[in-house]
């Protein structure tokens, strides 16, 4: 059998690919793997690949009635829903008005929009604590809702103002001249037509949301706190104690971006190249 | 912009439809109060000689002290510690997943069995909370006793140590730089999918060898991919907490404290308002700084690109 120069330095290639996307997943694998793991086998030297896998870390951490996971996994999800939700129903609007009834400031108002989301949460985090304290915001999940909604607002402005603009024109006109008032030229012909943008949209504000830690850590303490704070409370497990369960609590924590990724990849694509593109 | 100029003027009755143009106002004022009310309290602050453990202390400083936090900052050699780290970090971080994101990039763009498969392993890292890969690489992969690093430093006979202590700063910039790689990746194989393949067949037969054809066609036309991918991650690397927080609490002594973090420690653990304050002014000051020299270079390109 003759292989050409191309062929080998195409396999070779295409091995170095994987070998490389291996070695990136690794860690990721490595956490999952000893999240199965007895303690005493997690910090096991040399690390042990082959090992009795036990289920114990996830009953203790993950399913067990007395452990906080659930109160953690609830307030994650109540508050990356409802913040996303917010910040739809501010966006959607605005994104609309921008796309199809464009004035002298759109261009502008845009821009700013667009400046918001580069302020550094850091930069604002004092005054925001301040406010909250005095509002009585710490440690709900309305002040945890009202912030991500602000911090996912301009990218779902300047997502669906792009895909907006991307719809077929003569359908809308079509819907218009039937005589459809607002509500239903968006409800009937607008939004269907929306559905990949606003996936691709909501998937990204959803990473976002979800793994957010800054303003979590700073804003809440224990009643409102969502997941990255009890990963984050592993941070003493250094030196040994609990790795294994630790693994489980930070798995389960990433499994469902992680899937929502995975299934959802053209879509991240997507949203994350709409810049690029327009 | 062609379909939504023509809509107002195609349907008719303008006038009836006039409101429409009002359907962003309840979102601009939301955003105003949550992104512009916190600003505006901040520069106020900031002129404040407040601290937590003082309650009178709150309040303005009076015009001739007013500037005193800022000046007091200045004056602080940690000060120009800080903004050099946040600086290296970010720098660092854009620069390693720019030529690593790049690379993984084009070994992705050709065809070979398993492909979905390695692109779907080589996104993970930018999916999984900085929270949960802080504690990861802390507590597991680089623990000085049983972790990789261990593994790796006793086979290649380096004396052991604890690398997030050894090379701090070094050691942040990695984990920082996995987490991002996918995503300058995910931008530019979207770039390379976008070149049309006529237009490398026509410079090859055109006989440009493999280097000329990256550096003359496939570059440029990467070029807009490159500098939104480079110019978001700046924005979200400049605000890098988690991984610091978690696995060096900025240390040791100053090595990894970042802008983010130092305000973390103002007021939490100094209870100084005013001088947290000042110190956000300061990285609203420098994120600017950053976007509008990116996004010069951008609009310079572009005018080249146009002339």
């Known amino acids: ?278 | 912009m062609a379909s939504g100029s023509m809509s107002s003027s195609s349907t008719g009755k303008p006038g009836k439809r006039e409101w429409r143009k009002f359907l962003s106002s309840p979102g601009l004022i939301f955003l105003i109060i949550v992104t512009q009310v916190p600003f505006v309290v901040a520069i106020y602050f900031s002129f404040n000689g407040w601290n937590l453990t003082r309650p009178a202390s709150r309040g303005f400083l009076g015009w001739d002290r007013m500037w005193r936090n800022y000046s007091r900052i200045l004056q602080n050699q940690d000060f120009y510690t800080v903004i050099w780290n946040t600086v290296v970090l970010t720098g660092s971080v854009v620069i390693i997943t720019f030529i690593l994101g790049l690379m993984l990039a084009m070994l992705l763009n050709r065809p070979f069995p398993g492909r979905s498969l390695a692109r779907t392993l080589l996104i993970s890292p930018f999916l999984v909370m900085p929270v949960a890969a802080a504690v990861l690489w802390k507590n597991v992969l680089l623990d000085p006793t049983f972790g990789f690093s261990t593994l790796l430093q006793r086979s290649l006979g380096l004396p052991v140590n604890y690398l997030f202590e050894s090379a701090p700063m070094a050691t942040v910039i990695a984990v920082v730089a996995w987490q991002w790689t996918p995503f300058v990746m995910l931008i530019l194989l979207a770039g390379l999918q976008s070149l049309p393949d006529s237009t490398l067949e026509a410079a090859s037969i055109d006989g440009a060898s493999g280097f000329s054809l990256f550096r003359f066609i496939v570059l440029p036309h990467l070029k807009r991919f490159i500098e939104i991918a480079l110019l978001l991650e700046t924005i979200f690397v400049l605000n890098v907490f988690g991984i610091i927080d978690i696995a060096t609490a900025g240390g040791p002594g100053l090595a990894t404290t970042n802008l983010p973090y130092q305000i973390f420690l103002e007021y939490t653990k100094r209870f100084n308002i005013g001088r947290a304050s000042a110190y956000g002014i300061f990285a609203i000051i420098l994120a600017n700084i950053v976007v509008v020299f990116l996004l010069r270079i951008i609009s310079k390109q572009q005018e080249e690109v146009a002339t």
């Open chain 1, 1 to 278: 059998m003759n292989l050409s120069r191309k062929q080998v330095v195409g396999a070779f290639l295409s091995i170095l690919t994987i070998a490389l996307s291996l070695l990136m997943f690794f860690p990721i694998f490595w956490m999952a793997l000893t999240s199965f793991k007895v303690e005493i086998e997690a910090i096991s030297f040399p690390p042990s690949l082959f090992f009795a896998p036990t289920l114990e870390n996830w009953q203790d951490t993950v399913f067990s009635a007395n452990s906080p996971f659930a109160r953690y996994l609830r307030n994650t999800v109540f508050i990356t829903f409802f913040s996303i939700l917010l910040a739809l129903i501010f966006a959607l609007p605005t994104a609309y008005q921008m796309a199809f009834y464009p004035t002298k400031r759109t261009e502008g108002s845009m821009l700013w929009i667009m400046s918001t989301r580069m302020l550094p949460p850091a930069g604002v985090i004092v005054p925001v604590f301040i406010i909250f304290r005095d509002l009585n915001l710490i440690d709900t999940h309305f002040g945890l809702i009202l912030l991500y909604a602000g911090m996912n607002f301009p990218l779902i402005v300047w997502m669906m103002r792009s895909f907006m603009l991307e719809l077929p024109f003569d359908i809308i006109e079509a819907a218009r001249l039937d005589g459809a008032n607002l509500w239903q030229e968006f409800t009937k012909v607008i939004f269907p037509l929306l559905i990949p943008g606003l996936a691709a949209t909501s998937l990204l504000a959803l990473i976002f949301t979800w793994n957010e830690f800054f303003f979590a850590v700073n804003l809440t303490a224990t009643e409102a706190s969502p997941l990255s704070i009890y990963v984050s409370t592993f941070k003493a497990a250094q030196g040994g104690l609990f790795i294994a369960k630790m693994s489980a609590a930070s798995t389960a924590a990433i499994i469902p971006v992680l899937i929502a990724g995975w299934v959802a990849q053209k879509q991240l694509v997507t949203g994350l190249t709409m810049g690029a593109v327009k």
